[in-house]
């Protein structure tokens, strides 16, 4: 190989792997951040389901309109974060219809235990049945907050994957590169 053709060919092979791997990190960067949106959504989910839990334990305590109202507004911004969230991969949505599913669950036992204290009746069968209701709204909301970190933890370690798996190939082009200089 002349002495020209090997000039060329180191001037071209930076510029190619150069090329090579900024296109690469530019999707990676797209990818990466729909991974992170995945992770606020399973969080703001989280988040949601606490505060929704506190203002349930609030209601149960004192039964009062306020902590009423106001789970029932939360309640509605969880909907609406639920409708709008979209997942490509089939087991990520599953798990998303699970929580919009039990999601929609809670509001019926929420609204059957508000009904339960405003019913007048006997006290027994009314505090039985409340004790059930409690029981089943804080039941549908740990297996929310477990699907949400469920799906929080799979976009933690696909990143992390896409991550290691980056910087493999920057680092095997680093090495090609080298190799060609030498040779």
């Known amino acids: 190989m002349k002495i020209k053709d090997r000039l060329q060919v180191i001037a071209i092979l930076p510029l190619t792997l150069a090329l090579m791997?900024?296109?690469i990190m530019y999707f990676t960067s797209?990818?990466?951040?729909?991974?992170?949106?995945?992770?606020?959504?399973?969080?703001?989910?989280?988040?949601?389901?606490?505060?929704?839990?506190?203002?349930?334990?609030?209601y149960m305590l004192h039964h009062e309109e306020r902590p009423q109202v106001?789970?029932?507004q939360k309640h509605?911004?969880?909907?609406?974060?639920?409708?709008?969230?979209?997942?490509?991969?089939?087991?990520?949505?599953?798990?998303l219809d699970r929580i919009r599913k039990n999601h929609e669950d809670i509001k019926s036992l929420f609204s059957q235990l508000v009904a339960n204290h405003k019913?007048?009746?006997v006290a027994a069968v009314s505090l039985e049945l409340r004790k059930r209701l409690e029981g089943q709204l804080l039941?549908?909301?740990?297996f929310i907050a477990s699907d949400a970190s469920?799906?929080?933890?799979?976009?933690?370690?696909?990143?992390?994957?896409?991550?290691s798996k980056v910087n493999l190939l920057?680092?095997?082009?680093?090495?090609?590169?080298?190799?060609?200089?030498a040779a």
């Open 150 to 163: 469920q799906i929080a933890e799979s976009s933690h370690m696909e990143e992390m994957n896409i991550h």
């Open 170 to 181: 920057i680092l095997v082009s680093v090495a090609i590169l080298a190799l060609a200089v």
């Open 119 to 121: 019913r007048p009746g």
């Open 70 to 72: 106001q789970w029932q």
């Open 30 to 58: 797209f990818y990466v951040h729909e991974l992170q949106d995945k992770g606020k959504i399973s969080k703001a989910i989280s988040k949601g389901m606490f505060e929704l839990n506190i203002l349930a334990y609030e």
């Open 21 to 23: 791997i900024g296109l």
């Open 76 to 95: 509605s911004s969880l909907t609406k974060l639920l409708s709008s969230a979209r997942f490509k991969r089939a087991e990520e949505r599953d798990v």
């Open 139 to 142: 039941v549908k909301a740990q």
